[in-house]
Structure formats: structure tokens, C-alpha cells
């Protein structure tokens, strides 16, 4: 054997000698560590310290420091704990974790004077000459003792001591933390006065100490200080913004539509602020505003003539929304409304650019005017444009099937939708199509059909389309076998589709045929439901109410209570004018039916109407000012 092979081979053994010592000592370390972590855990902290002590010895790292300083404190140790902390303020450069960790070892002994003194120490030895991470670092380690007060002086004697250091957003929010809610106003306005463009920061921080809905003498105190910056300071863009911004929090719209109009005017905006504040208010359902608004950036179309093209399109989706969140509609608002849509159309020179304009007619002339003819033209149009996508295309295609069902065209309607189905599969466009072909079958009495295509829809990624299908399932499930021969559940969709064609008297009339035949059917609180849409439909409220009332005493423990309650709800609410009755109702779908798909929306509701109760009315509700039962119950 050569020397030069020997010298490699005794290289190689004494490598894999030094490896295995080394991966020993690394197990050994690894197992002292859970067995102190697993004595601690279990509060044997005498055991504990015995391997934490080992380890820290041979490794002094800060994570085995925190470790081994809380079971030192545990044992009352603290002499021991004094040491390790000073010889890791020894080894840092600036150490204020370890610093501010000695004031809490202090104040474990019981030594509450010494640890102050030790604190304001720290803080004074903080100078001219100090870098403001110092600063930041001390104040963050006393925001984690909660000491805010002192966290707050750190910072602030930075911005006095080193120039261009601004904290006062880091000092708001502490003030918020602590509770002192007008020092942290005060704070964020500060800053909004040195920096304007600040102010989509401090948007993003106030609700997190202020609920605008509730904390009304907060959000009073800050409008009332906004409305003084504002005057005094009328140059300053952020004050106006963030005036807006906190009517809206507030959902008082029409405060923020006053200054919206003033900011738009003397930023030389040319509509942009009213245009956007236009979008926003439709978001939220403040239809009459949304209005307003658009119809100011229209009526100065010269100036604001880019917003002003876009204004006259989307003001039709608000008129329309406001038509039909409302049943009480007439058929003046529709055809004033159509109207509108044909002015708007007839100024637009680009055909593609029409489209949406004319899908939104297509749906008014369909499913509330009811000139059917007319709907398929201008759906079968559609599909002819040019530069219209494919996906928007399949849209018209599911729009142009409904029409098709509404002239009982069936199996014309269910090729179409098969045809979006294939074309978009793995698509939610797909999902929907689908779902209208398998309630079209539905309709005509193919429920194994149905129901094999509704199995499939169960899981779908949108949860509408997932809800309505499990709904029609159950329905089918539920009735289907019921019946030998069929043809109340048969007569039953028939009825849902007249109901869908409008042809509310002949459904009326099939319903009452099956109540007469089977009264007791298990298919009855369905129909219930049914004569209930139909009176919507027709607005007749106080016959819709009369159907769901019968529900909701009849068969409280059936599948449709919940919607009733909250159908009734929206009813009392909305056409019948009688909010408290609404709020009762509310208030028992969220006790009564904890699991209901309308909890989110009727818990919303519910609070929205006691935020209008006076102190006095709320006691007699039993809501109190901090409410628990709205906060905690639900």
C-alpha cells in the first residue's frame, strides 16, 4: 500500500470519526432540549434548569436565554438571572431587549421603584448622538410590556432630539393602544399637517382602535376636530380626504358628498372625486346619492367630459338596481328606465362598446317589461358583435336560453346551456349553465335527471350555484318518492316554471290544485313558499306576509323556516314599513336558527337597526350600550 493512499484512508477515517462525535453531540444537545422543554411544560422547573443550564453553558443563544431566563424567574432565582442578562447586555451592541428584560427581572423581585428608576434611565442615557433605531428599538421593547406611556416618551424625545425623526403615526397608535383615544386624533392630525400624502396610512390604522359605528363619541370628537383643520387649513388635501373618508365610515354619505363636491372643485379634479364617490355610494346601496352624483358629472360634460361618458352608462345599472331592490315599482319606472337605456345607446358610435348597454336592456324588455320578442332579438344581436369575448358571449348565450324558456322553447334553451356547459367545463360559466339544464329538466318532470346533474354541482367552487343546487336537491329528495304517482311533485315545477314565466294566475292555480287534492302533502310548506313569491311578485305584501307567517307557526322545524323568518323580515323591513317587527324577526333567526345561510346578513341588519335605538329603547330591548348580546352571542 502506497503512502499516499494510506494518508488518504487515515484522512477519511479520522473525517468520519470527527462527524460522529460532532452529530453525537449535536443528538445529545438536541435531547437535553426536549427534556427541558418537556419539564417545563409540565411545571417541574427544578428538572428543567438542570439541562437548561447544561446547554446554555456550551450555548448561550438568545432563544435558549428566553427559555432559560423564564424558568430562572419561575424558581425565584434571580440572582442567577441578573447574571446571564448583564453578560448579554455586555455582549450586544445596543441590547435593549436584554436591557429592558433586566427592569423585568427587577420587577419580579418585587422592586417596582427599581425598575422605574432603571427604565427612566435607559431612556435618558438616549441622546443627540443616539442613532433613532435606538430610539425605535426601546420604545418597541417597552410596547411589549405594554407600557405605552413609556414607549410614548421614548419616541417622542427622539423627534426632539434628532432632527427630521417623525413618529408621530408610531406615537398614535400607541396613544390608541393605550386608550387615550384624543391624544392619538391629535396625533394622526398632526402628522396629516406635515405630510398630506400620510393620510392612506393613518386610514388604514384608525379602525383598528375606532369601530365608526359604535364609538360614536369618538368619531364625533374626530369630525369635529377634521371640520377645524379643515378651515384652517383649506390648502391641505389630506384633511379633506380624510374628512370624506370618515363620513363614509360613519355612513353619513351626505356630509361626504357635500365635501367630495368641494374637494373635486378645488383640486380642478374635473369630476374624478365625484365620479369615484358616484361608484362608491352604488357599492353601497345608496342609490338616490349614486344618482346625484353621476348626474353632476353629466350635467358638466364639457368639463368632465371622460367621467361624464362613463357616468351615463353606470348611472343605468344604479336606476336599475333602485328599481328592483324595490318590488313597488311601477310600469312608468320601467319604461322611463328603457327609455334611458335607448338615449344612452343611441350617443355610443361604437358597436362593441354598446354591449353591456344592451344586455342590460335585453334583461329589462325579458324579465320586467316582458316583451319577450324583443329580448331574443336583442340577445341573438348580441352574440354578432364584434370584439365581444368569449366568456361575456357564453353570458349572452345562458341570457339568450332563459328568454327561450320564457317562450317555453325548452329543449332550444337546454342546447344552449349544454353548449356553454362543454365549451366551459372547469369554468363557473360552466357550473351555471349547467345548473339551468338541470333545472330546466326539473320543470319539465325528468327529476333523475335533474337530480344526477345536481350530485355533480354539489361541490361546485362557487357557493351560489353550490346552495342552489343542494336546495333543488333536497327538494327533489324529499318529494320525489313520496308520491306514487308523481303528479303533485310533477304539477309542483310546473308551477315554479310558470312563476319563473311570470304567469303568476296559472301557477296559482296549479298550487292550489295539489292543496286541494293532497292537503297534507309533504310538498305543502313548499307551496306556501311559492304563493309567497307569487304575492311578491304581484305586490301584494300583506298576502306575501300572511304565506310566510303560516310557514314559519305551521312548520318551524322544516327546511324553509329560516327563509321564511328572513323573507319576512326584509318584508317588514322594506314594503311594509315596520322596522321593529323586522328586528324581532332578525333577532329570532339569529337565536332560533344559529345555522342558517342568513345569519351573516340578518346579524348586519340586526345591529344596523340597534345603532338607531335611543338609550332608552335599548334598555327596554335589552341591548345595552356595550352590547353583549349583539357582540357576544352573536
Not at 435606538?134 to 406611556?149: A, Q, T
Not at 370618515?246 to 363636491?261: L, N, R
Request: glycine letters at 2%; charged letters at 30%; one cysteine or more.
Amino acid at each position: 500500500m502506497s503512502k499516499n493512499f494510506q494518508h488518504i484512508v487515515y484522512t477519511f477515517c479520522i473525517s468520519i470519526l470527527f462527524m460522529v462525535g460532532f452529530s453525537s453531540d449535536a443528538y445529545s444537545q438536541n435531547t437535553d432540549l426536549q427534556m427541558a422543554q418537556y419539564y417545563y411544560e409540565n411545571a417541574d422547573f427544578e428538572k428543567a434548569k438542570l439541562y437548561y443550564e447544561k446547554i446554555y453553558s456550551s450555548n448561550p443563544s438568545t432563544s435558549l436565554y428566553t427559555e432559560y431566563l423564564n424558568t430562572l424567574l419561575e424558581l425565584k432565582e434571580f440572582k442567577e438571572a441578573e447574571k446571564i442578562t448583564k453578560k448579554k447586555i455586555k455582549e450586544e451592541r445596543f441590547g435593549y431587549f436584554f436591557k429592558v428584560k433586566l427592569g423585568e427581572i427587577y420587577e419580579k423581585k418585587g422592586e417596582t421603584e427599581e425598575a422605574n428608576k432603571y427604565y427612566a434611565e435607559l431612556i435618558e442615557d438616549l441622546d443627540e448622538k443616539s442613532n433613532p433605531s435606538e430610539y425605535s428599538m426601546l420604545s418597541n421593547e417597552f410596547e411589549r410590556l405594554l407600557k405605552y406611556d413609556l414607549a410614548i416618551e421614548t419616541l417622542e424625545k427622539c423627534q426632539s432630539n434628532v432632527p427630521n425623526a417623525n413618529y408621530s403615526i408610531a406615537i398614535a397608535n400607541l396613544y390608541g393602544m393605550k386608550g387615550d383615544f384624543e391624544k392619538m386624533v391629535d396625533s394622526y392630525l398632526n402628522q396629516i399637517e406635515k405630510r398630506p400624502t400620510d393620510v392612506n396610512r393613518i386610514k388604514q390604522y384608525l379602525p383598528r382602535s375606532i369601530n365608526f359605528q359604535e364609538d360614536t363619541d369618538i368619531a364625533d370628537m374626530l369630525r369635529i376636530k377634521l371640520l377645524k383643520k379643515v378651515q384652517k387649513n383649506p390648502e391641505n388635501n389630506g384633511f379633506y380626504d380624510l374628512l370624506i373618508w370618515m363620513f363614509q365610515q360613519t355612513g353619513d354619505f351626505e356630509s361626504a358628498y357635500i365635501q367630495v363636491k368641494a374637494y373635486d372643485k378645488r383640486t380642478k379634479a374635473k369630476g374624478e372625486k365625484i365620479y369615484k364617490f358616484a361608484k362608491l355610494c352604488a357599492s353601497n346601496k345608496q342609490f338616490d346619492l349614486a344618482i346625484e352624483s353621476y348626474e353632476t358629472v353629466i350635467k358638466n360634460e364639457n368639463e368632465f367630459n371622460f367621467f361624464s361618458i362613463a357616468s351615463k352608462q353606470e348611472i343605468l345599472d344604479v336606476l336599475k338596481n333602485k328599481i328592483f331592490s324595490n318590488a313597488s315599482y311601477t310600469s312608468n319606472d320601467l319604461l322611463n328606465l328603457k327609455s334611458r337605456y335607448l338615449k344612452t345607446i343611441s350617443g355610443i358610435p361604437n358597436i362593441s362598446d354598446r354591449a353591456p348597454l344592451v344586455e342590460g336592456l335585453a334583461y329589462l324588455e325579458g324579465f320586467y317589461i316582458h316583451d319577450i320578442d324583443t329580448a331574443e332579438i336583442l340577445y341573438r344581436d348580441l352574440l354578432t358583435y364584434p370584439g365581444i369575448s368569449i366568456k361575456n358571449k357564453a353570458l349572452y348565450k345562458i341570457s339568450l336560453a332563459d328568454i327561450l324558456m320564457l317562450k317555453n322553447q325548452v329543449w332550444d334553451a337546454s342546447l344552449l346551456y349544454m353548449q356553454v356547459e362543454k365549451q366551459f367545463k372547469e369554468d363557473v360559466i360552466g357550473s351555471m349553465a349547467k345548473f339551468k339544464n338541470a333545472k330546466l329538466y326539473y320543470y319539465t318532470g325528468d327529476f333523475e335527471w335533474s337530480q344526477n346533474q345536481l350530485d355533480g354541482l354539489k361541490a361546485s367552487t362557487s357557493k351560489l350555484i353550490s346552495n342552489d343546487a343542494i336546495d333543488l336537491s333536497l327538494l327533489i329528495t324529499d318529494n320525489y318518492n313520496m308520491d306514487t304517482t308523481l303528479i303533485n311533485m310533477q304539477q309542483f315545477a310546473q308551477a315554479d316554471l310558470l312563476i319563473f314565466q311570470n304567469k303568476l294566475v296559472e301557477a296559482n292555480q296549479k298550487l292550489g290544485s295539489i292543496t286541494k287534492r293532497a292537503p297534507d302533502h309533504t310538498l305543502a310548506d313548499e307551496i306556501l313558499y311559492k304563493k309567497y313569491e307569487i304575492a311578491y311578485k304581484k305586490q301584494e305584501f300583506k298576502k306575501a306576509k300572511s304565506f310566510l307567517e303560516k310557514i314559519i307557526s305551521t312548520y318551524p322545524e322544516d327546511i324553509l323556516a329560516d327563509n321564511a323568518i328572513y323573507k319576512l323580515a326584509e318584508l317588514e323591513e322594506n314594503q311594509l314599513n315596520n322596522s321593529k317587527a323586522a328586528f324581532a324577526l332578525y333577532e329570532k333567526l339569529l337565536f332560533d336558527y344559529p345555522g342558517s345561510l342568513f345569519v351573516v346578513e340578518a346579524r348586519k341588519r340586526y345591529r344596523k337597526y340597534a345603532e338607531t335605538l335611543s338609550p332608552q329603547e335599548k334598555t327596554s330591548t335589552g341591548i345595552k350600550k356595550d352590547d353583549t348580546k349583539i357582540e357576544t352571542r352573536f
